[in-house]
């Protein structure tokens, strides 16, 4: 246990999702029924319809496409930034439930796993170390806190947890339609996102890029369709920012 990484997977996304989104707009516009329409969708590329809604901006029948992630090797930090989208739904690990370190967790011996900020790894080596040290010491006091209040039984992980750091990794399932997610993608990935949170995003895309290519082929950071809405904030990089997206 300790340092550890973001990663990434795809649980689960509906089913043929530009398909379900092309069959909900064409029930707003045809008199035909549900079976008749599935019949219809299914036989013909829907890429040029789905295109068209996208370009259009509407999105209502993109919402009922769905997709689910896996998350790990991220901070409590990111947490705190993921849950503000409120059109979600999130599954997290209980810092409450589920102990952090020696004391709990097989084998005993180890620190809970954390997240390095990359301006600290630029530091160098013996940056690493001391940042290091110092997760080591706070196991420390978090298993001090266990002992003193073992008396409480499991209630004893709820007021231990006091002393962990942000940097505290944590896992969590979340899942989105595809609309929110062209909202998280179009603040998320933007230069002027969190770092953590921006590769969370940035990888998220590039995962829904591969099954749902139409839907998903112009998500990203709001300057890659126009001009960036930052202002005087802008990083001035639009230029790089969508030969990236591009490649994604």
Known sequence: MGRTELKVELLRYS??????????????????GIAD???????????EFVKKLTDMGHLSPVEHA?????IEGVSRSLLAQ????????????????????????????GVFNYVIPPRIIELGDDEVREFQRQMEKIQQ?????????????????EDARFVLPNAA?????????????MHFFSVRCCNRAQWEIRSLATEMLR??????????????????????????????????????FSRL
């Open 15 to 32: 089913e043929e999702p530009e398909e379900l989104v092309a069959m909900a707009a064409k029930l707003c516009y045809s008199p035909a």
């Open 37 to 47: 329409l599935k019949a219809g969708v299914s036989s013909k590329d829907q890429s």
């Open 66 to 70: 769905n997709f689910t992630f896996g």
């Open 82 to 109: 993921i849950t503000r989208h409120r059109i979600a739904s999130f599954s997290v690990k209980s810092q409450r439930y589920v102990g952090e370190g020696s004391l709990e967790n097989s084998g005993g011996g």
């Open 141 to 157: 006091w978090y298993d001090y806190w266990l002992d003193k209040l073992a008396a409480h039984g499991e209630y004893a992980k």
């Open 169 to 181: 990794e944590t896992k969590l399932v979340v899942t989105m339609n595809a609309r929110q997610l």
């Open 207 to 244: 995962l829904v890029r591969r099954v749902a290519p139409v839907i998903f082929r112009e998500a990203g950071p709001r300057c890659i369709a126009g001009p960036c809405p930052e202002g005087r904030m802008s990083c001035g990089k639009q230029a790089e920012v969508r030969e990236k």
